[in-house]
Nanobody
Framework: QLVESGGGFVQAGGSLRLSCAASGFTFRFYTMGWFRQAPGEAREFVAT????????SYTDSVKGRFTISRDNAKKMVYLQMNSLKPEDTAIYYCARARFQYVRSSGSASDFSSWGQGTQVTVSS
C-alpha cells in the first residue's frame, strides 16, 4: 500500500514536500517513483529513486527544482518541490516498481503499485 500526503495550494515560487508511506512489501528492494497527472492530460513521469537511494532521475521540466529521496528505515519516499510553477499543478502519485532491484526509465509500465494521489495546485 502507498499513501501520499503533503499536497496543497501554493503560490508560484513556493515550495511543497510530498511524502509517501509504504507498507505491505519489502520497501528497500524496490525503485520508487513519482508521477503526476494534470486535468485532461496523460500521467507523466516526474522522478525516480533506486532501491538504495543512490541513483535518481528526473523529467527535464523539474530538474534543479525537485528532489526525490527515500528513507528505507521509515519506508518513506519524498518529493521536495521548490520554485513551483502553475504548470506543476496536478495530482501527484507515488509508485512502486514492478520488479525488485530494477531501475526505471520513467515509463509508467515499469511500476505496478500506485497510491491514491495528492493534489498540488500552484497559483500564478
Amino acid at each position: 500500500q502507498l499513501v501520499e500526503s503533503g499536497g496543497g495550494f501554493v503560490q508560484a515560487g513556493g515550495s511543497l514536500r510530498l511524502s509517501c508511506a509504504a507498507s505491505g512489501f519489502t520497501f528497500r528492494f524496490y525503485t520508487m517513483g513519482w508521477f503526476r497527472q494534470a486535468p485532461g492530460e496523460a500521467r507523466e513521469f516526474v522522478a525516480t529513486v533506486t532501491w538504495g537511494g543512490g541513483e535518481t532521475s528526473y523529467t527535464d521540466s523539474v530538474k534543479g527544482r525537485f528532489t526525490i529521496s527515500r528513507d528505507n528505515a521509515k519506508k518513506m519516499v519524498y518529493l521536495q518541490m521548490n520554485s513551483l510553477k502553475p504548470e506543476d499543478t496536478a495530482i501527484y502519485y507515488c509508485a512502486r516498481a514492478r520488479f525488485q532491484y530494477v531501475r526505471s526509465s520513467g515509463s509508467a509500465s515499469d511500476f505496478s503499485s500506485w497510491g491514491q494521489g495528492t493534489q498540488v495546485t500552484v497559483s500564478s
